[in-house]
């Protein structure tokens, strides 16, 4: 049980701009819910945790003068979008103390009652403009030499991995006693991102947004929203890493390939295939997958350095049959997630899709979390789909806040979706961890089929 010792609003150090604050169409479908992660540190240079603490609350303020929108509140307009004030209310940092060891907690696997206390408590119930869009939680274990963990929790619609890595790498950089460069500090205007200023383009299909396909013989997946979900780590050694690109490399003709697939195709072609074969559905089964792709470089102009936000685009697969996901080689689903990917790697297709969303009377049908359930996008995510996600190229393992570097990541709610996100490991050594959430009644199956077929 962790109690709480102190809870803190931190405000910016300096007077910050005030008023309404640019929200793009991209930060307008994600989720308006936090997203968690924990950082778990084991202290090597036997800091103190008050003084940490202390040290943590000043940096905090002093960040904040440069990231000001993270202090402010949203609220709803009339039309049901969302609009962010910037009237500086603050963040919450808490501090507190767990009677357990870090041992205790075991592998800090996301959504376990026991992870939950290290994860700042937010309630929902509240009207949307009292909520903090930053809260962070600093845990101490009991024992273990003051090893402590760090819980951040973000709201989305303030920017995705990519952007709430930087924040937190920042912030980590100044606790510790070092300053920021010029260019370390965000780029803040969201309005190079908007349909209002980027040019009229030819408009596509957007498979992104159409109904998933569902269980053979239905007509909606209700029956499949219901059942419970289990959370799993994968670890991938180099070695295993290389195998698992050579086999996406060979084995399925594919002339039009002009480059070999990446870890991201080869990894994700694997945990798709042996979802169909967890499963055990029918071979004329259809079935795909669902994406987001960091787009900061492929519009045109790319988006500035450090561009503070939500960059991202979702992207899904055309769909395929279980049967042949399960019959064809790796290299099979690799192609397609790469065609996915590559769709929205053109700066025309990404203006479209943003339009798309402005074209919409309501959110509703297009945001993809509930954050009343904690729930994201249970519709789309669930037999016979999947949710792939890479945060390969980020470097959480930065964030030094004066104790070294983590001894752990990983998220710390997961909605209750099938999803694979794959991540680097402290080791950096090639090796990766894969952050899954299953269906209970195929988890089995699927650890199974992973490591058979690996």
Not at 254 to 271: C, L, P, V
Not at 412 to 419: A, E, Q, R, S
Request: hydrophobic share 35%.
């Amino acid at each position: 049980m962790a109690s709480v010792i102190a809870s803190y609003v931190v405000t910016p150090k300096e007077e910050t701009p005030k008023g309404l604050f640019c929200l793009t169409d991209s930060d307008q479908i994600n989720p308006w819910s936090h997203v968690s992660t924990i950082y778990v540190y084991k202290n090597k240079n036997n800091v103190n945790v008050n003084e940490l603490v202390q040290r943590m609350r000043d940096s905090l303020s002093h960040i904040l003068v440069h990231y000001y929108p993270l202090s402010g509140r949203l609220n709803w307009t009339e039309v049901g979008r969302l609009q962010m004030d910037c009237n500086a209310k603050g963040v919450i940092l808490i501090q507190a103390e767990s009677k357990k060891t870090m041992d205790e907690y075991g592998d800090f696997s996301p959504n376990d009652d026991a992870i939950k206390e290290l994860i700042p408590n937010l309630d929902y119930s509240q009207p949307m403009e009292d909520l903090p869009l930053l809260l962070a939680q600093v845990t101490k274990f009991h024992g273990d030499g003051n090893a402590i963990a760090i819980a951040i929790s973000i709201s989305h619609t303030m920017g995705d991995a990519v952007s709430s890595v930087h924040f937190i790498n920042s912030w980590a950089k100044l606790t510790r006693g070092d300053s920021l460069d010029q260019n370390e500090l965000p780029f803040l205007d969201r309005t190079v991102f908007t349909t209002s200023r980027l040019p009229a383009v030819r408009h596509f299909d957007h498979p992104e947004f159409n109904p998933p396909p569902v269980i053979l013989g239905r007509t909606n997946n209700i029956e499949e929203q219901k059942k419970e979900t289990r959370f799993a780590f994968f670890k991938l050694t180099a070695e295993q890493v290389d195998k698992l690109k050579q086999r996406a490399n060979t084995g399925y003709s594919d002339e039009s390939k002009q480059r070999a697939y990446s870890r991201f195709e080869a990894i994700g072609a694997h945990i798709w295939r042996c979802a169909c074969m967890a499963r055990e559905l029918d071979k004329n089964q259809p079935t795909l997958v669902k994406t987001a792709v960091d787009v900061r470089n492929k519009v045109n102009p790319p988006l500035p350095k450090n561009y503070f936000g939500n960059g991202l685009v979702t992207t899904v697969t055309t769909t395929c049959c279980v049967g042949d996901m399960i019959s064809e080689p790796v290299s099979y689903g690799a192609k397609r997630i790469r065609e996915a990917v590559q769709r929205v790697a053109n700066d025309e297709y990404i203006r479209s899709h943003l339009e798309f969303v402005a074209r919409q009377e309501t959110m509703d049908m297009l945001r993809t979390q509930s954050v009343e359930e904690c729930r994201a996008d249970v519709s789309f995510s669930r037999d016979p789909n999947i949710v792939l996600g890479s945060w390969l190229q980020l470097p959480f393992y930065e964030a030094d806040f004066g104790w070294g570097k983590p001894h752990h990541f990983g998220p710390g709610i997961v909605p209750p979706i099938d999803i694979g996100i794959m991540a680097p490991t402290p080791d950096a050594d090639g090796s990766i961890v894969i952050f899954m959430n299953f269906q209970i009644a195929h988890m089995q199956n699927f650890v199974k089929h992973f490591w058979d077929n690996l």
